[in-house]
């Protein structure tokens, strides 16, 4: 079941900073925050995850807030390309297992 | 690095039918995770498998199944099919780091249609 909560859709200027939130008050301690994306109909591609630090890639910024419950992603210079639907998981380290549980995630559309 | 291929693309069959899907694995992976999306479920994860053997299943029928073959590679197949397993398989694959972080990269999937 998932364990996040984003809002379904969101707009994003092009050029301009998207962030992305997402909740996850339920989050235990040894549980990662992933970030997925979809452009449509593809497969999810994988952008950046953290368990407590603030993290950053190629790709984007994850900022996770102190106390865990939530986060945000940064995409710094948003563009058309960006478009896509944004999953936040969250995923608990495990040696026995390795299934993502995937929510509704965030439309983003990046407007020209 | 090759990235997750799968096979085929596309696919159209009947009900009743039984079909296979086959899924290759970045190289050196050695979990296959499974996925089925749909416009009213979204993401839902079918099973993994790891070492040829399946260590996570997801609520699905006995008709969906799976199997891994000792270079990774893993197929999944349906039986008596029905119209509501018109749906995009996706498969993803990750390596077996034992940090925990077992970060999934998915392949383009297979659509399929069921008439």
């Known amino acids: 079941d998932a364990k996040t909560t984003q809002p379904p859709s969101m707009d994003c200027a092009e050029g301009r900073a998207a962030n992305l939130p997402c909740n996850h008050s339920?989050?235990?301690?040894?549980?990662?925050v992933y970030w997925y994306r979809q452009i449509h109909s593809q497969g999810p591609q994988y952008i950046i995850h953290?368990?407590?630090n603030n993290e950053t890639n190629e790709m984007a910024s994850l900022i996770i807030t102190e106390d865990r419950k939530s986060s945000t992603l940064i995409l710094p210079h948003a563009t058309l390309r960006d478009t896509a639907v944004y999953y936040c998981?969250?995923?608990?380290?495990?040696?026995?297992?390795?299934?993502?549980?995937f929510g509704t995630g965030t439309s983003l559309t990046v407007i020209p | 690095k090759a990235g997750v291929t799968q096979t085929p693309r596309y696919l159209i069959k009947t009900r009743g039918q039984q079909v296979t899907l086959s899924c290759s694995p970045i190289?050196?992976?050695?979990?296959v995770s499974w996925y089925q999306q749909t416009p009213g479920q979204g993401l839902q994860f079918l099973f993994e498998?790891?070492?040829?053997?399946?260590?996570n299943k997801g609520n699905f029928p006995g008709r969906f199944s799976g199997r891994q073959f000792s270079n990774s590679r893993s197929e999944m197949n349906v039986s008596t099919l029905e119209l509501g397993d018109s749906a995009l398989y996706l498969c993803?694959?990750?390596?077996?780091?034992?940090?925990?972080?077992?970060?999934?990269?998915f392949g383009p999937g297979t659509r399929l249609l069921v008439l």
């Open positions: 993803a694959s990750s390596p077996h780091t034992g940090t925990g972080q077992e970060t999934q990269y």
């Open positions: 339920t989050i235990s301690g040894n549980e990662y």
């Open positions: 953290g368990l407590k």
């Open positions: 998981i969250v995923r608990a380290r495990s040696d026995t297992g390795n299934q993502f549980y």
């Open positions: 190289s050196g992976h050695r979990s």
């Open positions: 498998y790891f070492s040829e053997t399946q260590r």
